[in-house]
Nanobody, 122 residues
Framework: QVQLVESGGGLVQTGGSLRLSCAAS????????MGWFRQAPGKERDFVGG???????LYSASVKGRFTISRDNAKNTVYLQMNSLRPEDTAVYYC????????????????WGQGTQVTVSS
């Protein structure tokens, strides 16, 4: 049974930082492209960024330069370091796993975590 478990969310002030973790189990982690998504109330789930098995990363324009994604294949864990947080970053953040190839579309992902709330106060 595949599980993705996010942690590290919380309340932070504008300009602050948070680090999210996503621990994966039940899959061969190194074979998966790992994505981070977020969903604000009343909005669609949007791609934040992702990381290939090689460690190459890609980001949405809204977070590029502020967020950093990394992965530890030995620990089956992917991280999302969020700096310079803004109120518009407030959302539930999800990690997701997609077999092999890169995608920014929610429909292309095989597995999802339950999400973790990030709230940025102004």
């Amino acid at each position: 049974q595949v599980q993705l478990v996010e942690s590290g969310g919380g309340l932070v002030q504008t300009g602050g930082s948070l680090r999210l973790s996503c621990a994966a189990s039940g899959l061969t982690f190194i074979n998966y492209f790992m994505g981070w998504f977020r969903q604000a109330p009343g909005k669609e789930r949007d791609f934040v960024g992702g990381i290939k098995t090689s460690g190459e990363t890609l980001y949405s324009a809204s977070v590029k330069g502020r967020f950093t994604i990394s992965r530890d294949n030995a620990k089956n864990t992917v991280y999302l370091q969020m700096n310079s947080l803004r109120p518009e970053d407030t959302a539930v953040y999800y990690c997701a796993a997609r077999w092999a190839s890169v995608s920014s579309s929610t429909a292309d992902y095989n597995y999802w975590g339950q999400g973790t709330q990030v709230t940025v106060s102004s």
